[in-house]
């Protein structure tokens, strides 16, 4: 987060105001309750949408890797993805409430033979559904994990959003040089961590995903075979309005050829796998807004990045 004091006083205004109406939005958003507020996100998005620009890169993706969807389909599919946006963004006043009251949970007994084992673990997620729902959820069941985020660039918004995602400075961990050293740390230490994998990160490394290499974070990967410690796949699933089913998969089998660079590379196409299986059933749930592959080759034709 950056220091107030050495920002610009118009560019400190601007943010204490949008901090401000932001803070007022949540207020009435909280007011409303978990099913009003969820309904009018998704209706704003929906009718927003497919106006902006990211609506062109979803259906050019889906054109590319679901090409078994015609325009109709593709239509559905991105309302669908607008929709389910809307809604987890109206939805965060209100993750203590899904977490306990409105998400069924599938694998409790994953969690409760890392809990039997007194060791860490690296839950990763993807950015289906309600993705912030499972942080809470698994709080709630005895995980206490530490949450790697992306900040925002405005200090005020952000210390909001990680008062309704219930974490502090202990359990928050910034992406950047200092975050990535301290989560060596927390690895080291058999903490358990949590982080979405499925975005595309320009100095990860190559891994399939839907046929074609995207860069995918390699560091989660890392820190579970350097640490001995289990890498599980929690999917988030919306089932209607503002309920959600949180599945605890069993752990992805660790390679073992011997070649730490090879083990590596096969466990982060495992976890590629294991999200596209997710997105292939569920596809209007998960954020095909975004660039996530290279540009095609010449062409047209996909190839490495």
Known sequence: MADD?????????????????????????????PDASSTLGGAVARTIGPFLGATRVADANLRRFMPELDD?????????????????????????VLAAERTELVGGEVFERILASGRGAIFFCAHTANWEIAPPTARLH????????????????????????GLGADSAVAKGAQGARRIVTLAAQGR???????????????APFFGVDAMTAPAPAQLALRNDLPLVPVRIERLSGARFRMTVHEPLPRPATGDRRRDVAALVA?????????????????????RRWPAPGPGGKDGGP
């Open 5 to 33: 004091d050495a920002r610009p006083l118009a560019r400190r205004a601007g943010d204490l105001a949008v901090g401000w109406l932001v803070r007022m939005l949540f207020v009435v958003l909280r007011a409303l309750g």
């Open 72 to 96: 109709d389909a593709r239509r559905r599919v991105i309302r669908e993805v607008w929709d389910n946006l809307g809604r987890t963004g109206a939805e965060f006043p209100h993750l203590r």
């Open 142 to 165: 005895g995980i206490l994990v530490n949450v790697v985020y992306r900040a925002m660039s405005n200090p005020h918004v952000d210390a909001i959003v990680l008062r309704e995602r």
């Open 192 to 206: 358990h961590i949590a982080v979405l994998l499925d975005q595309k990160m320009n100095d990860g490394i190559p």
């Open 270 to 290: 495992a976890v590629n796998s294991t999200i596209e299986g997710w997105v292939r059933e569920r596809p209007g749930q998960w954020l095909w807004l975004h």
